[in-house]
């Protein structure tokens, strides 16, 4: 079993935050990507009580960054930061929890920090964390968030010493770098202690790459194919096709006030932005081949316009483009619709937003148009389905 530990992904530690750690934030999609890579996913918070020691409003004569001594440790003066129930102590809503297992808490004792999620810094008062994992047969971990020289550092080290065969996911994590070198020291002195430093690439290419040469039908010859696509042939006919477990889903969003929720994006093929409904993959993750087709439409919704949606009803399905591709797109419709976060997918997609009323979207598509954009059909099919239902 391989668990993934994700440290402390919390609005303190990220921009805006008390003790914020530059490019907290940019970590957040990867991280979200990484979660339904793993048997199990566990978080961790940082969750102080408002007079814990560690803070500067505790110590008005010590700056922070300076260090003191506190219960036979050395203790670094913070900013106030993670305090019960604060905003800060919160997890950054774009993190994605609804593979996260369990969390646990640390530092909540007044008289200590505690930068490992498994034991306070006298290494006396356990977080449960170590059994946790013993218990599910956990004997990989994998380490990512904030920060990279104190509480990912601190995690990571205590899980080699306990045994378990630590990886450290370096482009996940982000530090604070109060001294310059901090976080190259700390990369140092994890791998000197045996932890695999390694690139989120390598863990997506060994849990997702798949096995491309898959069982083609004596009717279908394959002609090329890259991770994602093949292309083969029917007699004549050549067209792409995903690998069989792959499915596709998209989504009427319509809101109370009758809004329609579009995506637009630089699409390569086409070589412009192109406005669409929301829509993602279903199936496309290893060890998730059998994701339903409502949970991945309730995925992509949130993903990229950063909405939930009260009520949902599968429309229908549909094919794409027929005559190159035998991909068939299942419509869902989505309405009772709350705002959770800004949405805008994963760093790598650069998804923009747009809730434009329903009866302006014809005059707005067609501004669109004049700028340069492309409108995708489906998103016709869309106001078809969005006229036809009552909010
Ligand atoms: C952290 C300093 C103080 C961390 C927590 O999450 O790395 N750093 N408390
Ligand atoms: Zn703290």
């Given at each position: 079993m391989r668990a993934l530990i994700v440290v402390d992904l919390q609005n303190d530690f990220v921009e805006g935050g008390a003790l914020a750690v530059a490019g907290g934030k940019e970590i957040v999609g990867l991280i979200n990507h990484l979660t339904c890579q793993f048997d199990l996913v566990i978080a961790t918070q940082d969750w102080h009580p408002a007079d814990h020691q560690s803070f500067a409003s505790q110590h008005p004569k010590l700056p922070v960054g300076s260090k003191f001594m506190l219960g036979g440790t050395q203790q670094t003066v913070w900013p106030d930061h993670c305090v019960q129930g604060s905003f800060g102590a919160d997890f950054v809503p774009q993190f994605d929890r609804s593979c996260v297992s369990q969390i646990f808490r640390k530092g909540s004792n007044r008289d200590i920090d505690s930068y490992s999620g498994f034991f306070d810094n006298n290494r006396k008062q356990a977080t449960g964390l170590e059994?946790?994992?013993?218990?599910?047969?956990?004997?990989?971990?994998?380490?990512?968030?904030?920060?990279?020289?104190?509480?990912?550092?601190?995690?990571?080290?205590?899980?080699?010493?306990?045994?378990?065969?630590?990886?450290?996911i370096s482009d996940a994590c982000q530090g604070v770098e109060l001294s310059p070198g901090d976080i190259e020291r700390s990369i140092a002195q994890m791998q000197a202690a045996g932890i695999v430093i390694q690139q989120s690439e390598q863990i997506m290419s060994t849990t997702t790459q798949r096995e491309t040469t898959l069982d083609l039908p004596d009717s279908l010859e394959l002609v090329g194919h890259t991770k994602h696509l093949q292309l083969v042939k029917r007699g004549k006919w050549s067209f792409v096709q995903r690998p069989a477990s792959v499915r596709v889903v998209c989504i009427v969003a319509l809101t109370d006030d009758r809004h329609l929720l579009l995506v637009e994006q630089h699409r390569p093929p086409v070589g412009c932005t192109v406005i669409e409904l929301p829509a993602g993959l279903a199936g496309d993750i290893i060890g998730h081949e059998d994701e339903p087709l409502l949970r991945a439409a309730q995925r992509e919704l949130l993903e990229e316009t950063g909405f939930v949606a009260k009520r949902w009803r599968e429309l229908t399905s549909v094919t794409s483009s027929a005559g190159i591709t035998n991909e068939v797109v299942t419509m869902f419709i989505a309405t009772g619709l709350t705002q959770q976060t800004s949405g805008g997918g994963d760093s790598s997609e650069n998804i923009q937003v747009s809730t434009i009323p329903l009866s302006q979207i014809p005059q707005w598509l067609t501004e669109q148009q004049a700028l340069g954009k492309m409108v995708d059909s489906r998103v016709y099919a869309g106001l078809y389905f969005a006229n036809l239902i009552e909010t």
């Open positions: 059994q946790y994992l013993r218990d599910r047969g956990v004997e990989e971990v994998f380490v990512v968030g904030l920060a990279t020289d104190y509480c990912v550092k601190f995690t990571a080290l205590d899980a080699a010493s306990l045994g378990f065969k630590t990886h450290l």
